[in-house]
């Protein structure tokens, strides 16, 4: 299983505060059966290239530390871009800004994250444009974006013009944050399942954990085994360009 969206590595954002927090996210995932994460720290525009510069090099180190405890996790570089109300024209022309790997990096996907309460018509022209530019479009965690269960056929479009949609494992866990919330994630898996990705978003062991069991059991119990491996590792190993 691919956990598209992880706040692994120490000190980078708000997510893991140190190593022994990474590991214990690292371990969880390799727990719940998870082979491979897109290490994807919180970026904005202005500083982008040093933190590029700091997850590569904290996931050389991170390498070396799951190899020393003797847990297999393959890391897969990546980002959560803030589209913060301008273009992300300076994301798109930044190497290293896409998920997945330098070989497939014409097709690598950007996973974008919009300020809370957006409105959603303006969060659809910097989704548009960063398409138009040729970049595969990965909207991280829509249900978590005020109207979510409101405005299912705007998701609906998104998926129409080929965009992708990342959900939170724990987004599915009914009643965490609005009963009605995994109901309408169901209903977008069912209407265009192959454009469906899922990621833990964990931030911490305790109480944003990592693991995609809640979305396993929610989609599996939907639409079979299959249509979890789809979404947990065929969808995401063609656009990361995993063999
Ligand atoms: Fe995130």
Redesign the pocket.
């Known amino acids: 299983m691919i956990d598209f ?1 992880i ?1 692994l590595l120490p000190g980078i954002d708000d997510g893991s505060r140190d190593w022994s927090e990474t590991l214990l996210l690292a371990r969880q995932s390799c727990d719940d059966d998870v082979t491979h994460v897109v290490v ?1 720290p ?1 970026c904005m525009r202005e500083n982008l290239p040093l933190k590029l510069q700091e997850r590569d090099a904290k996931m050389d180190e991170l390498r070396n530390r799951l190899s020393d405890a003797g847990l297999s996790l393959e890391l897969i570089p990546g980002l ?1 871009y803030y589209a913060d109300g301008h273009s992300s024209s300076i994301a798109i022309e930044q190497p290293g800004s896409r998920c997945g790997l330098p070989s497939n990096s014409e097709h690598n996907p950007m996973l974008i ?1 919009l300020p809370f309460g957006v409105d959603l018509s303006f969060a659809s022209n910097v989704l548009f444009n960063t398409q138009l530019a040729g970049v595969p479009v990965v909207l ?1 965690h829509p249900e978590r974006y005020a109207g979510f269960v409101k405005r299912i056929n705007f998701f609906k479009e998104l998926l129409d013009k080929g965009m992708y949609l990342q959900f939170n494992s724990r987004s599915f866990k009914s009643g965490l944050f609005n009963w009605a919330i995994p109901r309408v994630m169901l209903k977008l898996i069912d209407y265009c399942g192959n454009q469906v990705l899922v990621g833990s ?1 964990a931030h911490d062991s305790q109480f944003r954990p990592a693991g995609l069991r809640h979305a396993r059991e929610k989609i599996t119990s939907a639409f079979g085994v299959r249509g979890w491996e789809e979404i947990s590792q065929s969808t995401p190993r063609r656009l990361l360009g995993l063999q």
């Open positions: 969206h706040h994807t919180h959560e994250e991280a978003d």
